[in-house]
């Protein structure tokens, strides 16, 4: 079983910019992965990265604006967000996958609680 904890959430104008983390208890040798919902809204996937730190996959809404990375000695995934926008408002939840290159949330066994990201106009 691993636990997965995130922190790094909160309130910024447009423009602005977080940084994410996800902390994984245990052993981490798995694709690593971060969601997000608004309100109202399904959860939907937003990055994915592999094992190793090298591959990585984003929805094209955060394309050229977030970079998903991680620190495998510390078992620790981030997410870098910038230029954010009212749009990127939601609950933002890190998962652990077996299989890199998928983007369900099906393809996902473990999540964390989430951590809220407000961004104003």
């Known amino acids: 079983q691993v636990q997965l904890v995130e922190s790094g959430g909160g309130s910024v104008q447009a423009g602005g910019s977080l940084r994410l983390s996800c902390v994984a208890s245990?052993?981490?040798?798995?694709?690593m992965g971060w969601f997000r919902q608004a309100p109202g809204k399904e959860r939907e996937f937003v990055s994915v990265i592999d094992r190793t730190g090298v591959k990585a996959y984003y929805a094209d809404s955060v394309l050229d604006r977030f970079i998903i990375s991680r620190d495998n000695a510390k078992n620790t995934m981030y997410l870098q967000m910038n230029s954010l926008k009212p749009e990127d408002t939601g609950v933002y939840y890190c998962?652990?996958?077996?299989?890199?290159?998928?983007?369900?949330?099906?393809?996902?066994?473990?999540w964390g609680q989430g951590t809220q990201v407000t961004v104003s106009s």
């Open positions: 245990g052993r981490n040798s798995y694709t």
């Open positions: 998962a652990i996958g077996m299989v890199f290159g998928f983007r369900r949330i099906s393809d996902f066994d473990f």
